[in-house]
């Protein structure tokens, strides 16, 4: 190969590469949805990150008087004040505050964190991978998930039911 055909293949090569990142990333539906492997008073949950705005280790939390037994308080993320409240309370766990580590901000135009004691990891669930809550799952639990590995299916979190019962709480039901 002559000096110029290198330079040439080079050049494709190189624009190649750049349009790549250029083209918004392609995900097949059938690849599944991103979601959080999270522990709730020892039991495997999982939350789906559609909603999420972020993730983090806890922060101090300033607890509020009054409010639900599911309202810890408020706590500085990203520099706003934002309403923390159990995840554990709100599934009907009794979990102390001392035993929660992690936080998952929902977004929104008042975001709200969930506090919860245990994260496993992040993961991609397939859509044959859920299935149905059956009548007898906790409040707030839509379905259950297989995921490859585990020797028990992970009840699947409703972000949008929790969120539901937040706004009832906090607007005086």
């Known amino acids: 190969m002559s000096e110029s055909e290198v330079a040439r293949?080079?050049?494709?090569?190189?624009?190649?590469?750049?349009?790549?990142f250029a083209s918004p990333a392609r995900v097949?539906?059938?690849?599944?949805?991103?979601?959080?492997?999270?522990?709730?008073g020892g039991d495997p949950y999982l939350l789906f990150l559609e909603g999420l705005s972020s993730v983090s280790r806890k922060k101090a939390?300033?607890?509020?008087?009054?409010?639900?037994?599911?309202?810890?308080?408020?706590?500085?993320i990203r520099g706003a004040l934002v309403g923390v409240f159990s995840l554990p309370a709100l599934l009907g766990y009794d979990v102390a505050l001392a035993r929660i580590s992690w936080?998952?901000?929902?977004?929104?135009?008042?975001?709200?964190?969930?506090?919860?004691e245990g994260l496993d990891g992040q993961v991609v669930v397939p859509p044959s991978s859920?299935?149905?809550?059956?009548?007898?799952?906790?409040?707030?639990?839509?379905?259950?998930?297989?995921?490859?590995?585990?020797?028990?299916?992970?009840g699947v979190l409703d972000?949008?039911?929790?969120?539901?019962?937040?706004?009832?709480v906090a607007g005086g039901e």
Not at 28 to 40: K, S, T
Not at 108 to 114: E, K
Not at 159 to 168: E, K, T, V
């Open 130 to 154: 859920v299935a149905a809550a059956p009548s007898s799952a906790r409040r707030h639990v839509s379905g259950l998930a297989h995921l490859a590995g585990e020797p028990s299916a992970r």
């Open 61 to 76: 939390i300033v607890p509020l008087p009054g409010g639900s037994s599911a309202q810890l308080g408020v706590s500085g």
């Open 103 to 116: 936080l998952a901000v929902a977004g929104g135009a008042r975001p709200v964190a969930l506090a919860f």
């Open 28 to 40: 097949r539906e059938d690849d599944g949805r991103p979601g959080l492997a999270v522990r709730v």
């Open 9 to 20: 293949r080079v050049r494709e090569l190189a624009e190649t590469f750049d349009r790549s």
């Open 159 to 168: 972000l949008g039911s929790m969120l539901a019962r937040i706004a009832a």
